[in-house]
């Protein structure tokens, strides 16, 4: 068990010195905007409007909520697992640097999981669900638009030099789980008080 553990470490790595290695100074800017997180305050302002519009201020706040929610439960689990799991970020592991780690953002002790990555997926879900709940419009934009953010907010992790493309995953795979189960306790509530 130890073998596979040391392998997956190993390939993991090298994926991500992969993907880290085709930054260019073109886009080296595109992934510094996308990992920080004050610039998407504005993003926030904007869906919490609309989700009040097209829902209801009541309804629209009960999703609000249910979004926070599950901003809140990713970065403390994050936080949490990143204390007991004490895996070194990228940029502070010396074989990934002698191996040409390219650095944009540095920080931070540990990295496991992404905290950015349950984040922006966490949301993307949440809200996507609430928009659904509008039964007169499919909001498909809506759902390219999120997801298509909530990529680039995770992959920018990587590009940074912060994150492990392993750390993204399980962090996509717990914002999309934490968004899911927040928007089922949502939509619980607005059933039994708004509907």
């Known amino acids: 068990?130890?073998?596979?553990?040391?392998?997956?470490?190993?390939?993991?790595?090298?994926?991500?010195?992969?993907?880290?290695?085709?930054?260019?100074?073109?886009?080296?800017?595109?992934?510094?905007?996308?990992s920080d997180i004050p610039v998407w305050f504005p993003l926030y302002a904007v869906i919490i409007i609309f989700l009040c519009l097209r829902l209801g201020?009541?309804?629209?706040?009960?999703?609000?909520?249910?979004?926070?929610?599950?901003?809140?439960?990713?970065d403390l689990t994050s936080n949490l697992v990143k204390t007991l799991t004490a895996r070194p970020r990228p940029c502070n592991d010396m074989w990934m640097l002698m191996n040409g780690l390219h650095i944009l953002e540095d920080g931070g002790t540990y990295g496991f999981?992404?905290?950015?990555?349950?984040?922006?997926f966490g949301i993307a879900t949440c809200t996507w669900l609430g928009f659904r709940m509008d039964t007169k419009r499919k909001y498909r934009w809506y759902a390219a638009g999120?997801?298509?953010?909530?990529?680039?907010?995770?992959?920018s992790r990587i590009f940074v030099g912060k994150h492990y493309l392993g750390d993204v995953i399980v962090g996509i795979?717990?914002?999309?789980?934490?968004?899911?189960?927040?928007?089922?306790?949502?939509?619980?509530?607005i059933k039994r008080f708004f509907e």
């Open 1 to 34: 068990m130890n073998n596979f553990w040391k392998t997956l470490e190993v390939s993991d790595k090298l994926a991500t010195l992969e993907i880290n290695s085709w930054h260019s100074v073109l886009t080296d800017p595109i992934w510094t905007f996308f």
């Open 113 to 120: 999981f992404s905290a950015h990555a349950a984040n922006a």
């Open 173 to 189: 795979c717990v914002g999309i789980l934490a968004g899911w189960i927040f928007y089922r306790i949502a939509r619980i509530v």
């Open 57 to 74: 201020w009541k309804k629209g706040l009960v999703i609000v909520g249910a979004a926070l929610l599950t901003f809140a439960f990713c």
């Open 146 to 155: 999120m997801f298509f953010w909530a990529f680039m907010v995770s992959a």
